[in-house]
């Protein structure tokens, strides 16, 4: 078995597949616009802050104290000084009236009443209402601590926090959380894995499926060529257009959307080519056990398609049921997901991948197994 002559075989067939109109539409158009539609479609939208409508009759320390806290909880704060509009509620957000003289009014310990106007059915409202509650407990435990510390509390003691908390909370995270993938995030890898399947299980099958009715392989054997380099030369040829559409892709993703491929490009085409090692053996499989190109065209398009589906190319798999993310992660695209993401959205080193490379080598040697075995036979 001569590897010259395996390349050699190999990369004339990587030639006839590019000349096709349809691959070149397939593989190098489709995924331009396919890309750009879904990566719009799926990107999370700018969050626009909450608009709260703070009427002040006469501000003081204590209300500006409550202005900063509805603004430290991430509302777009308008204080006015009086209600002038015709209706009790904004164009959008909240209304809140506090009472005159408030500073005063917590002083002397007196009672009052803050008002927050909203629209019937807002749930939302009530974080508003938990905002101010925080803001004025704070106040008033300010104003009993300096009590205690034998301090006078005043209107000029209320505008400034305490600085000496008698009791501290330290708060420390579990663990990392991860991003949940959208937009270009989500869509980019997923396409990469979805248009190199189809790369492969489609116009690879289709390629090799027309070769068998054309009569190409059998003239092949008729050459100076051994059974084995020929059966060894398909899987070149698949791996290689595979690993052509990976490149493409990477580039295509970067360049144009751009998203790149994170710190470490080199392991993203690795993670790429164990898919495309993988799938080059069912893509043996489908052009060698089914019987016209129209057949190979289907079948290997529905693969592309439930694989990229149940994969969590679509969508993120973080969003799913338990027993679906466990299908998923059972599935070659499902493990080639989970590893571009891991690479190009969490920035994990590719040390991090061994599980996934085991599960690729061990899956494209027995896919690999049983497509040289069919193969030989439909050779002989």
């Not at 899956?363 to 002989?380: D, H, K, Q, V």
Request: charged share 15%; hydrophobic share 50%.
């Amino acid at each position: 078995m001569s590897w010259r002559q395996i390349l050699a075989i190999a990369l004339t067939d990587l030639k006839r597949m590019l000349r096709r109109k349809d691959t070149l539409v397939w593989l190098l158009l489709m995924p331009l616009p396919y890309t750009y539609f879904f990566g719009m479609a799926f990107r999370e939208a700018p969050e626009e802050r909450t608009v709260v409508t703070v009427v002040e009759p006469a501000p003081d320390t204590a209300s500006e104290r409550l202005v900063k806290a509805l603004e430290a909880a991430d509302y777009d704060v308008r204080a006015v000084g009086s209600w002038s509009e015709p209706k009790p509620l904004p164009g959008s957000g909240y209304r809140v009236d506090l009472p005159p003289h408030l500073g005063a009014l917590l002083l002397s310990g007196g009672t009052g009443e803050i008002a927050v106007w909203s629209r019937s059915g807002d749930l939302d409202a009530t974080r508003v209402q938990v905002t101010l509650r925080k803001a004025i407990l704070t106040l008033r435990a300010e104003s009993l601590a300096r009590l205690i510390r034998r301090e006078k509390p005043s209107l000029e003691t209320l505008g400034e926090p305490l600085e000496v908390v008698p009791i501290a909370i330290d708060a420390s995270d579990w663990g990392t959380r991860h991003e949940i993938p959208s937009g270009y995030k989500q869509v980019i890898p997923g396409n990469m894995v979805m248009f190199v399947l189809m790369s492969v299980l489609v116009t690879g099958a289709v390629r090799l499926l027309m070769d068998r009715e054309l009569g190409h392989l059998q003239r092949m054997l008729a050459s100076p060529i051994s059974p084995s380099a020929v059966v060894v030369s398909q899987f070149v040829s698949l791996a290689l257009l595979g690993l052509a559409e990976a490149i493409y892709f990477v580039l295509l993703g970067w360049l144009v959307f751009g998203q790149s491929p994170g710190p470490h490009p080199v392991a993203v085409l690795g993670v790429l080519a164990l898919m495309v090692a993988a799938a080059s053996g069912v893509g043996i499989i489908l052009g060698a056990t089914l019987k016209t190109a129209k057949q190979a065209a289907a079948v290997g398009i529905f693969a592309t398609l439930a694989l990229a589906a149940l994969g969590g190319c679509w969508w993120p798999v973080e969003i799913l049921p338990r027993a679906m993310r466990l299908v998923a992660l059972a599935l070659p695209s499902g493990q080639t997901m989970r590893a571009l993401v891991r690479l190009m959205v969490w920035g994990d080193p590719p040390s991090a991948l061994a599980g996934y490379a085991a599960y690729m080598l061990v899956f494209a040697l027995l896919s690999g197994a049983l497509a040289t075995s069919i193969l030989r036979r439909r050779l002989a």
